[in-house]
């Protein structure tokens, strides 16, 4: 068991040692990247190393030629020719290899590409080590001179030329070292051990160069990848927004005027794009209606505010009327940097169905959903603001139907539900805005009236709401009289809070009810205190 944890500890350690040396190799930057970046980066290294070579090969082809026949004595006449023609086929078939693929847009660079690279570039420092440990013997020290010099001059340069591919370039420099430093120690001598140091010297400063232009190479690729995806990113935001049925987009200037509009814009107003430039966004809201709703007032205003205050807005909410129809937009926007120019810049939508199910929302949880009229918690959210914000008294009022029980008995609660509809169309019909009236109960109705000129026309006003009763209620062709009987109470120093009126409204009602029905009976403090005096006998 030890042995064999040991044996994976090692194992691990070697894959983790194997890793890291490959990293260096290639480049810690690309082993960082993600795979998708990492191929592309491979493939801007693969690209840039061919189209870079195809040059130096053309001087390498010169080199080879002046080498030939200014270097390599007569007496080698065959070996030059053979020596030559292999030369200039091995770089002739590594650019029939690669020009071709280069040229192609879709480029993707493989293992097997890098590899050949690879072999490519040892194949051609051996060609040369043979030609230099071949012909140096036969050389004097003038032609031998030339030699090295071209050779060295071929090894610095392909270093350069190679180096945003770190792992090809440090093969071509060491091969190539390689090569020359055997043809040294070939004819090792006192100046041969003083080249050898040098030659060692010169290809360490040329394999770090190559590693430092390596990776400002792989950095400056990889800051363009990751600005290119950036670009990329907002390229398909702004096609989103453009291309988008609702959403779109808008620019102004330094004067407020819409400079650009996207063309899902000009479609949303039905307006022509050429006619909507010069105008301010204020303006042309004001073109589409949205002052004739209190809603599209306020917030006309709110977005002038803004204009005028360089202060951004998100998701302002519009009512504007296109083609005859009610619309509601969202708009945002913000102006821009100083150092970006002066104007503004903006995003909107066509938010109307999602505006319409959210009102709807808020209707159903306010609205009783059998009559249509407010409910039990918008009574008493109502009521709360109305004794908040009236500088008069305020009167509750309750009514109740009295003979509502016998009808659902004897005709049946869907003909009782339908007398409820047409009572409540009654009540809504017979008070004025800003009043409410409310179902708080199965057949109770609450009232909120306003400007009652004290408890005397708070009587009055309610009486002639009972006068909605007068009128048979003609329901499944049967004609009915219905009976209603009323409370009423009118805030003031002793009653201000909304439950206190709402339970002394009731009250007044008990004792309409007591009465016989079919009156308004006002709130007085004895019917109070009966109700305490009921409390405690009980």
């Not at 959210?358 to 959210?381: M, P, W």
């Not at 008069?392 to 309750?398: E, F, L, Q, S, W």
């Not at 800003?434 to 057949?443: E, S, V």
């Not at 006068?467 to 049967?478: K, M, R």
Request: charged share 20%; net charge neutral.
């Amino acid at each position: 068991m030890i042995d064999r944890s040991g044996a994976r500890i090692e194992a691990g350690w070697f894959a983790s040692a194997r890793r890291g040396l490959r990293s260096a190799w290639h480049g810690f930057e690309a082993a960082a990247l993600a795979p998708d970046r990492r191929q592309r980066l491979l493939n801007r290294q693969a690209h840039i190393v061919a189209q870079n070579a195809t040059i130096a090969n053309l001087a390498n082809i010169a080199s080879i030629f002046v080498v030939s026949f200014v270097v390599i004595p007569p007496q080698l006449n065959t070996f030059r020719i053979a020596w030559m023609l292999t030369a200039v086929a091995v770089i002739i078939n590594g650019a029939r290899a690669w020009l071709p693929r280069i040229r192609r847009q879709n480029f993707v660079a493989t293992r097997r590409d890098i590899w050949r690279l690879h072999t490519e570039t040892v194949i051609q420092s051996g060609v040369s080590g043979v030609m230099l440990w071949r012909v140096t013997p036969y050389l004097d020290d003038s032609k031998r001179l030339i030699l090295i010099s071209t050779y060295v001059g071929v090894l610095g340069c392909g270093a350069v030329v190679l180096s945003n591919f770190r792992s090809v370039s440090l093969v071509w420099t060491w091969c190539s070292a390689a090569a020359l430093g055997l043809t040294f120690m070939n004819n090792m001598g006192s100046s041969e051990v003083i080249l050898l140091s040098q030659l060692l010297l010169y290809a360490v400063v040329l394999s770090i160069g190559a590693v430092f232009l390596s990776r400002s190479f792989a950095t400056r690729c990889i800051a363009e990848m990751v600005a290119e995806d950036g670009r990329e990113t907002v390229r398909m935001l702004l096609d989103e927004f453009e291309d988008g049925v609702r959403e779109w987009l808008w620019e102004a200037d330094s004067d407020d005027h819409l400079v650009r509009i996207s063309p899902s814009f000009a479609a949303s107003a039905k307006r022509n794009a050429l006619v909507m430039r010069g105008l301010t966004l204020p303006e042309l809201l004001v073109d589409l209606d949205v002052e004739r709703r209190l809603e599209g007032h306020i917030a006309l205003r709110k977005l002038s505010d803004c204009f005028s205050t360089k202060s951004a807005f998100r998701d302002t909410v519009v009512p504007v009327r296109i083609g005859g129809e009610w619309r509601w937009w969202s708009i945002s926007g913000r102006p821009l940097l100083v150092d970006s120019g002066d104007g503004w810049r903006g995003v909107g939508a066509d938010t109307t169905d999602e505006y319409l199910a959210k009102q709807e929302i808020v209707r159903l949880a306010n609205s009783d959903l059998l009559t249509g009229l407010a409910n039990r918690h918008r009574f008493n959210v109502t009521l709360a603001t109305t004794l908040e914000q009236s500088d008069g008294p305020v009167v509750v009022g309750i009514i109740d139907l009295d003979n509502f029980k016998s009808i659902n008995d004897t005709l049946g609660h869907p003909l009782g539900d339908e007398v409820l509809v047409q009572v409540a169309h009654r009540l809504s019909s017979a008070i004025r805005t800003p009043d409410l009236c409310a179902r708080i109960g199965g057949d109770e109705f609450a009232l909120i009236l306003t400007n009652c000129a004290g408890l005397t026309g708070a009587g009055e006003r309610v009486k002639d709401i009972l006068q909605v009763f007068a009128d048979p209620v003609t329901c499944a062709g049967t004609n009915l009289t219905i009976r209603a009987s009323a409370g009423y109470v009118a805030s003031g120093n002793e009653i201000s809070a909304g439950g206190d009126l709402l339970v002394a409204a009731d009250l007044a009602l008990f004792a309409a009810k007591a009465a016989g029905g079919e009156c308004a009976f006002p709130f007085d403090r004895s019917l109070a205190d009966d109700a305490s005096r009921r409390a405690t006998t009980i």
